[in-house]
């Protein structure tokens, strides 16, 4: 994350629905995304398959996916979500 300058930091991240940029292909109406709700995670390596989408992507466990989606059915359909992040205290 962030050229390695995010590596050991931790992020309040929030899901605000389905990725819309460049990378994802354009919008995906059918991904949705419970906007409530926000994860304390923490960076721990760059994710080289991520490059597409900036410097600034979080490559979020399957479980924190389900978290934000609600089942495992809607995580893979959605694949990227748009999120906001800010970095908290570990």
Do not use: W
């Amino acid at each position: 994350f962030d050229d390695g300058l995010g590596c050991g930091q931790c992020f309040k991240v929030k899901c605000l629905g389905a990725y819309e940029g460049e990378y994802s292909g354009g919008p995906n109406p059918t991904c949705s995304c419970d906007t409530s709700k926000s994860l304390i995670i923490q960076a721990l390596d760059q994710c080289s398959e991520c490059t597409a989408a900036k410097e600034h992507a979080f490559d979020l466990t399957a479980t924190a996916m389900d978290y934000f989606t609600g089942s495992r059915t809607m995580t893979g359909t959605c694949g990227l979500l748009s999120v906001e992040y800010e970095r908290v205290d570990c």
